[in-house]
């Protein structure tokens, strides 16, 4: 096995090693905290004819709405901080909603070249010559 292929191999090895674990990292705990409860319950005789699963189920959801419950003032704060992003992101751009000159000159210039364009080809004086190519050439000649 040549050398490089080693190393990636060792690479990925050791990736995964670290990673497994900590994504399984926040489930255990969740899991480790029901079985918690489940004992505690089962000690004073409060389980019922509830199963384990059947436990763990209904309290993976409790944990996770009370998780939710003390996380929303975060999550609204990033996402109205991103629309403040991208709002100020799309006002800094010249073109929204007001183009600049060089882009208003661009546009004229294309609707000039496309009416030639049609013209021409109705015509058949194009030939093989694309939109691109054309436009190109136009474009190039009526800036002069």
Not at 87 to 95: H, I, L, P, T
Not at 105 to 130: L, P
Request: net charge positive.
């Amino acid at each position: 096995m040549p050398k490089y292929m080693k190393q990636h191999l060792v690479t990925a090895l050791l990736a995964s090693a670290i990673c497994v674990p900590m994504a399984f990292a926040q489930a255990n705990s969740v899991t480790t905290q029901c079985a918690d409860m489940w004992r505690e319950a089962k000690a004073a005789n409060k389980t019922g004819k509830q199963t384990w699963p059947e436990y763990l189920s209904k309290c993976s959801d409790k944990l996770a709405k009370a998780e939710a419950k003390a996380e929303p003032k975060a999550k609204e704060s990033k996402a109205t901080e991103r629309k403040e992003t991208r709002k100020e992101a799309k006002e800094s751009r010249s073109y929204a909603g007001n183009p600049t000159p060089a882009q208003k000159a661009m546009y004229k210039r294309m609707r000039k070249c496309g009416e030639m364009w049609r013209e021409a080809k109705a015509a058949g004086k194009e030939g093989n010559n694309t939109w691109p190519e054309y436009w190109d050439k136009c474009s190039d000649k009526l800036k002069k």
